[in-house]
């Protein structure tokens, strides 16, 4: 099972910045897209950005889209979301996993809460 830890939440104001960071283990990470997912109170965690294995294709989410880049370090087993110009619908707790169109894993890590507010 693949196991993942989210970092770099934290509170901004709307028009803010924030780099997300998600490090993987217990898989081979360079063969496998991964994604980011965010969730929010009562809501079901939703894909906000994705990442080919190998082509570096990327796939966003479209209130999102513009705005945060995903990309990944297979030398480090890690991978970011810049997320730039954040607005409060932003926030939510945001999580990572393998896969570029669904959840490869059923373990999830504790994700990273991130906060948009003036």
């Known amino acids: 099972q693949g196991q993942f830890v989210e970092s770099g939440g934290d509170l901004v104001q709307p028009g803010g910045s924030l780099r997300l960071s998600c490090t993987a283990s217990?898989?081979?990470?360079?063969?496998?897209?991964m994604a980011w997912y965010r969730q929010t109170l009562g809501k079901e965690r939703e894909m906000v950005a994705a990442?080919?294995?190998?082509?570096?294709?990327?796939n966003y989410e479209e209130s999102v889209r513009g705005r945060f880049t995903i990309s990944k370090d297979n030398a480090k087993n890690t991978v970011y979301l810049q997320m730039n110009n954040l607005k409060t619908e932003d926030t939510g707790v945001y999580f990572c996993?393998?896969?570029?169109?669904?959840?490869?894993?059923?373990?999830w890590g504790k994700g990273t809460q991130v906060t948009v507010s003036s």
């Open positions: 217990g898989f081979t990470f360079s063969t496998y897209g």
């Open positions: 996993n393998a896969g570029f169109k669904n959840p490869v894993f059923t373990s």
């Open positions: 990442v080919a294995k190998a082509s570096g294709a990327t």
